[in-house]
C-alpha cells in the first residue's frame, strides 16, 4: 500500500509561484503514475496534472496548460507540482494520487493511494 505526503502549499498572492511535493513509500516508486488533483470548497474534485512512471507523458488540465508543470524524480520517490501565475480560481486543496498503472491518467478512478492534501490560497 502507497503513502502519500504532500508539502508546499500556503499562502501567495494573484501571480505568485509556489511548488508543491508529494513524497511516496510503501510500493516501488517508478512503477506507477502519478497525479494531481484539486477541490475547491463546494465544489467537486477535479484533475489538475499527471505523470508518467518515468515522465515520459504528462497531461494538464486545460485551466492550467502553461501555467503548471509536474515533474518527479524516481531516485527520491518524489513528484512536484510547480505551479506559476497562480489565480485566485487556483484557491483549493491539492491532492497527489499514485496511479493504477505505470501510466499517465486523467481520472480519479485509476488511482488507488491518495495524500491528506495541502492548501493552497491565492490572494487576489
Known amino acids: 500500500q502507497v503513502q502519500l505526503v504532500e508539502s508546499g502549499g500556503g499562502l501567495v498572492q494573484a501571480g505568485g509561484s509556489l511548488r508543491l511535493s508529494c513524497a511516496a513509500s510503501?510500493?516501488?516508486?517508478?512503477?506507477?503514475?502519478m497525479g494531481w488533483f484539486r477541490q475547491a470548497p463546494g465544489k467537486e474534485r477535479e484533475f489538475v496534472a499527471a505523470i508518467s512512471w518515468n515522465g515520459g507523458t504528462t497531461y494538464y488540465a486545460t485551466s492550467v496548460k502553461g501555467r503548471f508543470t509536474t515533474s518527479r524524480e524516481n531516485a527520491k520517490n518524489t513528484v512536484y507540482l510547480q505551479m506559476n501565475s497562480l489565480k485566485p480560481e487556483d484557491t483549493a486543496f491539492y491532492y497527489c494520487?499514485?496511479?493504477?498503472?505505470?501510466?499517465?491518467?486523467?481520472?480519479?478512478?485509476?488511482?488507488?493511494?491518495w495524500g491528506q492534501g495541502t492548501q493552497v490560497t491565492v490572494s487576489s
Open positions: 510503501g510500493r516501488t516508486f517508478s512503477t506507477y503514475g
Open positions: 494520487a499514485a496511479g493504477t498503472t505505470g501510466g499517465a491518467t486523467t481520472s480519479a478512478h485509476e488511482y488507488d493511494g
